[in-house]
């Protein structure tokens, strides 16, 4: 992510000093995940600071910093459980596609391709991720990622290429 | 605090400095700052760093600090934290008497050298007593610098507890101070040393 630079950067240091370390805690207790909670602080201070010629007329920054950032943690949280949902999905299409005679074992399956999809390198996981989950096409990624359409594409297809290989092959 | 509470702060922390450095590109050791909003010398401002206390500062109130904080260490990130508690307790034992000694890591490594060797002198000067410019010149082991000694103490980044309120004129008059004249006068007379001519 480029860094604001100048004024920007200075506004939302000062955001950050006064206001990160409670918000991050406040955060923390709804996600109970500290990658998702660097998250949502970030987003969290990138809105305040786009919305901030329009804040300089509201006295209490604060109780608008918590409202934006519990908004922005619970649907997190509602995303989170639909991505599990649909890698689920993806993992029980999957696995129908490599094993046929699909046995009665669907939960262990499913537990160690969760554990698969954690192991993937970054790149590729949150690819996938937005891919599978987000239904996002690749062009979308890339902007989303960083990095070129080409790059999103490839991190999608290695990252099911890996699932395929240790789904057959644990 | 709890073990809990602890490894709490440590991961909240770590979230606030990833994103210091992601959205502003601050990075390295931070600087951690608490408020003390209603003491008997006013507003007061204080930072520590990871060998101590790097301010202490007479403010006008928490965006004044914080302003100055992030002009002045332009490349770290600044935040707010309860581990400065140990300080905020300890000053408040200094304003209700009950000590005046403060046990609080000072880290001076920012000041210039002659100007720290002031300080030093300055932070022996036991409470309840006073020294002179000359004299804290002469212990900074330049006699003859007596002006620039002032200079330094006008600039003392910890006010009270390098106690440079306790350095007088040759004249027993006040001189001058940071937090103004009256703030050096109340810290005086609550230490129990009275400016008087000698």
Redesign the interface.
């Given at each position: 992510?480029p860094?604001?630079t100048g004024r920007a950067?200075?506004q939302?240091?000062?955001l950050?000093?006064?206001h990160?370390?409670e918000l991050?805690?406040h955060?923390?207790r709804i996600l109970r995940d500290?990658d998702a909670?660097?998250d949502v602080?970030?987003d969290t201070?990138?809105r305040a600071h786009r919305a901030l010629p329009a804040l300089g007329a509201l006295a209490n920054h604060r109780a608008w910093l918590y409202r934006v950032a519990t908004n922005i943690a619970l649907n997190a949280v509602r995303s989170r459980t639909r991505e599990r949902a649909a890698l689920e999905r993806h993992a029980a299409e999957h696995e129908l596609a490599v094993e046929p005679h699909a046995d009665g074992h669907d939960e262990a399956r499913r537990a160690t391709l969760w554990a698969q999809v954690a192991r993937l390198p970054e790149r590729q996981r949150l690819a996938l991720t937005l891919r599978i989950a987000d239904e996002l096409d690749y062009e979308e990624i890339a902007r989303r990622l960083g990095g070129t359409v080409a790059a999103a594409r490839a991190n999608v297809y290695q990252a099911t290429k890996r699932l395929k290989m240790e789904v057959r092959d644990p | 605090m709890t073990e809990t509470a602890v490894r709490e702060r440590q991961a909240v922390e770590r979230i606030v400095l990833e994103a210091f450095g992601a959205l502003t590109g601050r990075r390295g050791e931070p600087l951690r700052y608490a408020m003390m909003d209603d003491t008997p010398v006013g507003v007061l401002g204080l930072a520590a760093g990871e060998r101590g206390l790097r301010h202490l500062s007479f403010v006008r109130d928490e965006d004044d600090f914080l302003g100055r904080l992030l002009a002045e260490h332009g490349d770290v990130p600044v935040l707010r934290s309860a581990a400065l508690d140990p300080v905020r307790r300890a000053l408040d034992a200094y304003f209700a008497a009950r000590r005046f000694d403060f046990g609080v890591a000072v880290d001076l490594s920012g000041v210039p050298p002659f100007h720290r060797r002031v300080l030093n002198a300055t932070a022996r000067i036991p409470a309840g007593r006073v020294a002179t410019y000359t004299q804290i010149a002469v212990r900074a082991g330049s006699p003859r610098a007596s002006r620039a000694a002032g200079n330094a103490l006008h600039n003392n980044p910890v006010a009270i507890i390098v106690p440079c309120h306790r350095v007088l004129r040759t004249d027993g008059s006040l001189g001058g101070y940071g937090g103004g004249l009256p703030v050096k006068e109340w810290l005086l007379e609550h230490e129990g040393a009275r400016p008087r001519t000698l």
């Amino acid at each position: 992510m480029p860094h604001a630079t100048g004024r920007a950067s200075q506004q939302i240091a000062l955001l950050l000093a006064k206001h990160g370390e409670e918000l991050a805690r406040h955060i923390r207790r709804i996600l109970r995940d500290d990658d998702a909670a660097q998250d949502v602080l970030q987003d969290t201070m990138l809105r305040a600071h786009r919305a901030l010629p329009a804040l300089g007329a509201l006295a209490n920054h604060r109780a608008w910093l918590y409202r934006v950032a519990t908004n922005i943690a619970l649907n997190a949280v509602r995303s989170r459980t639909r991505e599990r949902a649909a890698l689920e999905r993806h993992a029980a299409e999957h696995e129908l596609a490599v094993e046929p005679h699909a046995d009665g074992h669907d939960e262990a399956r499913r537990a160690t391709l969760w554990a698969q999809v954690a192991r993937l390198p970054e790149r590729q996981r949150l690819a996938l991720t937005l891919r599978i989950a987000d239904e996002l096409d690749y062009e979308e990624i890339a902007r989303r990622l960083g990095g070129t359409v080409a790059a999103a594409r490839a991190n999608v297809y290695q990252a099911t290429k890996r699932l395929k290989m240790e789904v057959r092959d644990p | 605090m709890t073990e809990t509470a602890v490894r709490e702060r440590q991961a909240v922390e770590r979230i606030v400095l990833e994103a210091f450095g992601a959205l502003t590109g601050r990075r390295g050791e931070p600087l951690r700052y608490a408020m003390m909003d209603d003491t008997p010398v006013g507003v007061l401002g204080l930072a520590a760093g990871e060998r101590g206390l790097r301010h202490l500062s007479f403010v006008r109130d928490e965006d004044d600090f914080l302003g100055r904080l992030l002009a002045e260490h332009g490349d770290v990130p600044v935040l707010r934290s309860a581990a400065l508690d140990p300080v905020r307790r300890a000053l408040d034992a200094y304003f209700a008497a009950r000590r005046f000694d403060f046990g609080v890591a000072v880290d001076l490594s920012g000041v210039p050298p002659f100007h720290r060797r002031v300080l030093n002198a300055t932070a022996r000067i036991p409470a309840g007593r006073v020294a002179t410019y000359t004299q804290i010149a002469v212990r900074a082991g330049s006699p003859r610098a007596s002006r620039a000694a002032g200079n330094a103490l006008h600039n003392n980044p910890v006010a009270i507890i390098v106690p440079c309120h306790r350095v007088l004129r040759t004249d027993g008059s006040l001189g001058g101070y940071g937090g103004g004249l009256p703030v050096k006068e109340w810290l005086l007379e609550h230490e129990g040393a009275r400016p008087r001519t000698l």
